[in-house]
């Protein structure tokens, strides 16, 4: 199995910033994207930023500018640098891997590997 391991959450002011990583581990054939999800209270998860084996990324167009996902390969983590934070960036921030990992004896490709979840609140 795998496991993904959060951290770097926290309260900040307005137009502070933070820092999040994710550390994958377990039974990995192969990383294929990492990236990271938020979820306010009463609305649905949604994509911040993602960033795929190659190095491309893309970002939510709430976020441009602002935010910046990288990738240390060697470490299997992927980390979020939060600048110029709004309290509209308030949220449980998940860590999500797209990865083939060994379920079987050939790696299987799965997309639905989560975090547990890091609480980000932007507040004076």
């Known amino acids: 199995q795998v496991q993904l391991v959060e951290s770097g959450g926290g309260l900040v002011q307005p137009g502070g910033s933070l820092t999040l990583s994710c550390a994958a581990s377990?039974?990995?054939?192969?990383?294929?994207?990492m990236g990271w999800y938020y979820q306010a209270p009463g609305k649905q998860r949604e994509l911040v930023a993602r960033?795929?084996?190659?190095?491309?990324?893309n970002y939510a167009d709430s976020v441009k500018g602002r935010f910046t996902i990288s990738r240390d390969n060697a470490k299997n983590t992927v980390y979020l640098q939060m600048n110029n934070l709004e309290p509209e960036d308030t949220a449980v921030y998940y860590c999500?891997?797209?990865?083939?990992?060994?379920?079987?004896?050939?790696?299987?490709?799965?997309?639905?590997?989560w975090g547990q979840g890091t609480q980000v609140t932007v507040s004076s």
């Open positions: 999500n891997v797209d990865a083939d990992i060994y379920v079987t004896p050939i790696p299987v490709r799965r997309n639905d590997i």
């Open positions: 377990g039974s990995i054939s192969r990383i294929n994207s």
């Open positions: 960033i795929i084996s190659g190095g491309s990324t």
